[in-house]
């Protein structure tokens, strides 16, 4: 398949990266200033192209908006997630559907807050939309949540942000307060210098809102989402639920059309007790029971896998 990928980010450039070794060619790639074009039936050379980006911090010397006119087989939508109108991230899957192109998107915002829109363009449209890489990295939580079909599972929970579980890791661990723990993620690279996206509880309620979407065929965003974040959380609540073999996690959960998100006690040793960046989605089934699905939750190669799939997927001809 031949790919544009919009958006040169952690997840972009690895998609950049990696996508030759899964069978793909990239022949577009665009930064919010920037885009470098293949010319006729030629591929470009990721090497070239990340190199440009690190020393240059541009990709290319077109505008962003021709990496969208490209000949390309999917788009590849990984610029940051947005709230509200999902824009740009909308935008660029709309364009791309309307000239009957597939998206893969790593980019939340358009699932998360504008799904039925989404869905109503690419009902019009010979592509589709995928978008595993939306929650929790490389776990493949939509897809199995698809292939058990969304009417057979009975609700999803679990730890979907790495942020965040690494500080209550570590507050647990070394009874360290909040604000030392944190410190101590943004200097490793694992929190952002503004962290509030993670430790508020928003990222992992959008993940959340993605399942309730894909559970009960739309109509949720994030303003349906109930969110407590782990900010100013005590570090004697850690050392209180220690004391009853207990911890605690930031959880999300979407069941009987309810989305949660907030700090929950979960046993110290229990499945959900996963630590420090590492993620897991937890599925209950009516058949199948409970389903346990644990890996790294974010990361470039972890998350450009989760997308190169979804490539995969669309290539086979069954789903063509």
Same mark, same amino acid.
């Given at each position: 398949?031949?790919?544009?990928?919009?958006?040169?980010?952690? #997840?972009?450039? /690895?998609?950049?990266?990696?996508? $030759?070794?899964?069978?793909? &060619?990239?022949? *577009? @790639?665009?930064?919010? !200033?920037?885009?470098?074009?293949?010319?006729?039936?030629?591929?470009?050379?990721?090497?070239?192209?990340?190199?440009?980006?690190?020393?240059?911090?541009?990709?290319?010397?077109?505008?962003?908006?021709?990496?969208?006119?490209?000949?390309?087989?999917?788009?590849?939508?990984?610029?940051?997630?947005?709230?509200?109108?999902?824009?740009?991230?909308?935008?660029?899957?709309?364009?791309?559907?309307?000239?009957?192109?597939? #998206?893969?998107? /790593?980019?939340?915002?358009?699932? $998360?807050?504008?799904?039925? &829109?989404?869905? *109503? @363009?690419?009902?019009? !449209?010979?592509?589709?939309?995928?978008?595993?890489?939306?929650?929790?990295?490389?776990?493949?939580?939509?897809?199995?949540?698809?292939?058990?079909?969304?009417?057979?599972?009975?609700?999803?929970?679990?730890?979907?942000?790495?942020?965040?579980?690494?500080?209550?890791?570590?507050?647990?661990?070394?009874?360290?307060?909040?604000?030392?723990?944190?410190?101590?993620?943004?200097?490793?690279?694992?929190?952002?210098?503004?962290?509030?996206f993670d430790v508020e509880g928003t990222d992992a309620a959008?993940?959340?809102?993605?399942? *309730?979407?894909?559970?009960?065929?739309?109509?949720?965003?994030?303003?349906?989402?109930?969110?407590?974040?782990?900010?100013?959380?005590?570090?004697?609540?850690?050392?209180?639920?220690?004391?009853?073999?207990?911890?605690?996690?930031?959880?999300?959960?979407?069941?009987?059309?309810?989305?949660?998100?907030?700090?929950?006690?979960?046993?110290?040793?229990?499945?959900?007790?996963?630590?420090?960046?590492?993620?897991?989605?937890?599925?209950?089934?009516?058949?199948?029971?409970?389903?346990?699905?644990?890996?790294?939750?974010?990361?470039?190669?972890?998350? *450009?896998?989760?997308?190169?799939?979804?490539?995969?997927?669309?290539?086979r001809p069954d789903d063509a």
């Amino acid at each position: 398949m031949r790919l544009a990928v919009v958006g040169a980010g952690v #997840v972009g450039r /690895a998609v950049v990266d990696l996508a $030759a070794s899964y069978g793909h &060619d990239v022949v *577009a @790639v665009a930064d919010s !200033s920037s885009s470098v074009v293949a010319p006729n039936d030629e591929t470009l050379a990721p090497d070239s192209v990340l190199a440009r980006k690190s020393e240059e911090d541009v990709v290319g010397d077109d505008a962003p908006e021709a990496a969208l006119d490209a000949d390309y087989d999917v788009l590849v939508e990984a610029t940051p997630t947005t709230l509200g109108d999902a824009e740009p991230g909308y935008g660029h899957a709309v364009a791309a559907l309307e000239h009957d192109r597939h #998206v893969v998107l /790593a980019n939340k915002g358009p699932v $998360a807050e504008r799904y039925d &829109d989404l869905r *109503a @363009v690419e009902h019009d !449209s010979a592509g589709r939309v995928l978008f595993e890489a939306t929650v929790g990295g490389a776990i493949p939580a939509v897809t199995t949540i698809d292939d058990l079909g969304p009417a057979h599972v009975t609700a999803v929970r679990g730890v979907l942000n790495g942020t965040a579980n690494f500080v209550l890791t570590r507050m647990a661990a070394e009874g360290l307060d909040y604000e030392h723990v944190l410190a101590e993620a943004q200097d490793l690279g694992v929190a952002e210098a503004d962290p509030s996206f993670d430790v508020e509880g928003t990222d992992a309620a959008l993940k959340c809102v993605i399942l *309730a979407n894909v559970l009960y065929g739309g109509g949720y965003s994030l303003a349906d989402a109930e969110v407590e974040g782990i900010d100013g959380l005590p570090t004697e609540s850690l050392s209180l639920a220690a004391e009853d073999g207990m911890t605690v996690r930031l959880i999300g959960s979407v069941e009987d059309g309810v989305i949660r998100v907030g700090p929950r006690l979960v046993p110290e040793h229990g499945t959900l007790a996963v630590s420090g960046t590492r993620n897991i989605v937890q599925i209950e089934t009516d058949h199948a029971g409970r389903l346990n699905i644990s890996g790294r939750g974010a990361g470039g190669p972890e998350t *450009a896998t989760a997308v190169l799939a979804d490539v995969g997927r669309l290539s086979r001809p069954d789903d063509a």
